[in-house]
């Protein structure tokens, strides 16, 4: 019998301090609603990358829908129909405004907030609200976690890291006040206890799978489901696994006997970068298909990093390398820490394209933005910044184009567009002087 019994979209596997969100199942609908097709929540992603892009390699040289995906890019192709290139944005609060030097710093803490922060590396701070966290306040209550600030390296809330600015402002994305950076997690193990509310640490629990916690409450819901919905569940729960044994190999070293009982969940992050990265977001990804959160940012290292990737032939530091005074070889490296960026996106947006979510995908639901504050790192220029929008928002956006906008056209413009579409009802946000035009539909 494929009927299930409805059951509620708040539903949560429980069991011995664990709770295991579920994804949207078709017993969770009306039938009304099942009759129509699932009308699944929008989302809204923000991925950042530091020091610029190589900007030859990144822009289409065609406008419109028949553009041809230039090198950068090239990992999103097979998702091309979802993704559009927005050429000519400007992040005029990242500028010096007769501030001097710092344009890292206010990159990134004007990237999702318009606003040109105060230069200090004191306590003294301030910056302004966050596109994020506007949203999150607005929408927040709707989803057990309001927001979910992630990266690859850790915050800091002190110390001078650029030309005078504190730390705070290089190494956040998310502010919840003009004061009040949000710290992103770095650590898979605790972003998936904040998913799952696992047992705390040091707790003998803790030696267990959270699915095991939860067997018993997951076999009473599977005898209530259809046969569409018990497969669904099955292959949840399986990612589910599957991440966490990533987290204890990550945490291993690589002789640990196989014989060995099972050790408590691991402390710290992946030693490797690329598997750090692609832990991250899978949590990403179940935290989206469970509804735990709807807004997500994410720094793939912090802004002026000056990390190596010898993993791909890049031993240089990347901020060195963003300096390349138009040296071709300095840039042909710049290119590949691009590209190379872009290819574990889109590892992220291939889960996002193979996640059903209602009636269609995790990834036509989704508003994810990528890019950087700074458009050539050598020039450190913020206007026609590197910025691609991947998603279809529910049908709002007309994907598959390259749409080049006027210059000095506000990038917040495309904050207004993405806070109407999810429900928040602004009509300006930092320096915008509207929506941004031809993106699509709209709400």
């Not at 400007?90 to 405004?97: E, P």
């Not at 907030?113 to 701070?125: L, Q, S, V």
């Not at 009040?180 to 799978?209: N, W």
């Not at 991250?280 to 935290?287: C, G, I, V, Y």
Request: aromatic fraction near 4%.
């Amino acid at each position: 019998m494929n009927r299930s019994r409805r059951i509620s979209r708040r539903t949560v596997l429980r069991g011995a301090g664990a709770a295991v969100g579920l994804p949207l199942l078709q017993a969770m609908l009306p039938s009304r609603v099942r009759a129509a097709g699932a009308r699944a929540p929008l989302r809204m992603v923000f991925l950042y990358v530091p020091n610029g892009i190589h900007m030859p390699d990144w822009t289409p040289a065609e406008t419109g829908d028949g553009w041809t995906v230039p090198p950068t890019l090239e990992p999103l192709a097979p998702h091309k129909s979802h993704v559009t290139v927005l050429s000519g944005l400007t992040l005029n609060g990242a500028r010096a405004h007769g501030d001097g030097g710092g344009d890292h710093a206010r990159s990134a803490a004007a990237f999702l907030t318009g606003a040109h922060p105060r230069k200090t590396d004191g306590a003294d701070i301030r910056n302004d609200i966050s596109v994020d966290q506007l949203a999150a306040r607005e929408l927040g209550g709707q989803t057990r976690l309001p927001s979910l600030e992630l990266g690859l390296e850790r915050s800091a809330q002190a110390g001078n890291c650029d030309s005078g600015y504190s730390c705070a402002y290089s190494s956040n994305l998310s502010w919840r006040s003009p004061t009040s950076p949000v710290a992103k997690e770095m650590d898979p193990s605790a972003v998936f206890d904040r998913l799952f509310a696992a047992a705390p640490q040091g707790d003998a629990r803790r030696r267990r799978s959270v699915l095991d916690l939860v067997r018993e409450d997951a076999h009473d819901l599977q005898r209530k489901l259809g046969q569409a919905d018990r497969r669904k569940l099955e292959e949840y729960l399986h990612a589910v696994r599957d991440i966490e044994r990533r987290m204890d190999r990550s945490a291993q070293p690589a002789n640990r006997d196989a014989a060995q009982p099972d050790l408590t969940r691991p402390d710290g992050v992946p030693a490797e970068y690329e598997q750090h990265a692609r832990l991250m977001f899978d949590l990403m990804t179940l935290a989206l298909q469970t509804d735990a959160t709807r807004i997500l940012t994410f720094m793939f290292t912090n802004e002026g990093s000056n990390r190596s990737y010898p993993q791909i032939g890049v031993g240089d530091g990347h901020h060195d390398l963003s300096h390349h005074g138009n040296d071709s070889e300095k840039q042909r490296k710049i290119s590949a820490i691009n590209r190379h960026h872009m290819s574990l996106a889109a590892h992220f947006v291939d889960k996002l394209a193979t996640t059903p979510d209602g009636d269609a995908s995790l990834l036509d639901h989704v508003m994810l933005v990528y890019g950087s504050g700074i458009g050539d790192g050598n020039r450190h220029n913020h206007d026609n910044l590197p910025i691609v929008l991947v998603g279809r928002g529910g049908g709002t956006i007309d994907a598959g184009r390259h749409l080049a906008y006027p210059r000095e056209t506000p990038l917040t413009n495309l904050y207004v567009s993405l806070l109407q579409r999810m429900g928040v009802a602004v009509s300006s946000f930092g320096d915008s002087t509207g929506p941004l035009e031809d993106l699509g539909p709209g709400a």
